[in-house]
């Protein structure tokens, strides 16, 4: 079996193969890369490949991992399965764009990489976007938008080349960054599509947060289908090295429901069944609430030619 069905993957930050020590030793089959297994918010399952640190940068990737276009393959098929928690995400996202516009990005254009079925570019024209687009992989997706969203997103993976340089007000990445195979030079493709002083915002994973740290291998961050996860450091040092300033680092607040937040708990159906009864029973299943759920928000502006020249 010396079939080489992964393959050595490279630290986005400092560029270099290997030079990294072993988190955890991978967890997968090679038939647990496929579509099912790639959904955005299936149970935690434990499959997950061998998770190392970078040991000049402390980047965290997986490595090694499942070649890229296979990735782009499976995500093609992937399935749009959250959306019971959609009106939630919204919430949350939007609360991080108005903090994004209030940093004095222009409402003109918007950009969502991996826009799933389009709530979120919903969400930006309530707040006074007057054009949004979309990105986004997956069929099953985009077939879940609405008729007055649909148009608007693009099929497939975000590449160099996809929309125009000097497009875009806003360019937004939301639990995305972690899933790239190469997120340095996708945000090197968004900057170029940035209009001058132009704002990045994502949001994603924090493998520095508490949550994280105390499940350590049983977070459901320590997943197949993250190639990457970032801390506050190595968000910022991304950003810093693919053509922006960063204005925002920080501790994200998710809206969730009770219901959701259960799903998340990583221990057995049984367990949580009769805790599930109880808030459907109350109906307290639909109640949401914010809380740090382990995420964390950068919000970082296109830096000039000048100032990237440096000294
Ligand atoms: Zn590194």
Same mark, same amino acid.
């Given at each position: ?104 990005? $222009? =409402? %003109?254009? @918007? ?6 079925? !389009? &709530?979120?570019? *919903? ?107 970032? $801390? =506050? %450091?190595? @968000? ?6 693919? !053509? &922006?300033?960063? *204005? ?64």
């Amino acid at each position: 079996m010396s079939e080489t069905w992964l393959n050595p993957t490279r630290c986005a930050i400092c560029g270099g193969e290997g030079n990294a020590s072993e988190i955890y030793p991978a967890r997968l089959e090679r038939e647990d890369l496929r579509p099912e297994i790639f959904s955005a918010r299936r149970k935690p399952d434990g499959v997950h490949y061998r998770l190392v640190r970078c040991q000049s940068c402390g980047l965290v990737r997986s490595d090694p991992a499942a070649d890229p276009r296979r990735l782009a393959e499976i995500y093609a098929e992937s399935g749009f399965d959250y959306a019971g928690e959609v009106e939630n995400l919204a919430a949350t996202y939007g609360r991080y764009l108005r903090e994004t516009v209030a940093l004095g990005g $222009g =409402k %003109g254009s @918007l950009l969502e990489i991996g826009c799933g079925n !389009g &709530f979120f570019l *919903e969400e930006a024209l309530r707040q006074g976007f007057r054009d949004v687009r979309g990105i986004e992989p997956s069929a099953d997706a985009i077939r879940a938008a609405s008729p007055a969203i649909a148009p608007r997103i693009a099929p497939g993976v975000f590449r160099r080349g996809a929309f125009e340089p000097g497009t875009f007000d806003v360019i937004c990445l939301f639990q995305v960054l972690d899933h790239l195979p190469d997120p340095a030079r996708a945000l090197e493709a968004a900057c170029e599509m940035l209009k001058p002083g132009g704002l990045l915002l994502c949001l994603n994973h924090d493998v520095g947060a508490m949550s994280a740290r105390v499940l350590g291998e049983k977070s459901p961050i320590v997943d197949v289908e993250h190639t990457f996860l970032f $801390g =506050k %450091g190595t @968000l910022r040092r991304l950003l810093e090295s693919s !053509g &922006f300033r960063v *204005e925002r680092i920080g501790t994200a607040w998710n809206r969730c429901s009770l219901q959701y937040l259960l799903h998340l708990v990583p221990v057995a159906d049984r367990l949580k069944k009769p805790w599930t009864r109880l808030a459907d029973g109350w109906r307290l299943g639909r109640l949401s609430l914010w809380l740090p759920l382990g995420n964390l928000f950068g919000i970082a502006r296109r830096s000039s030619p000048e100032a990237r020249a440096g000294p």
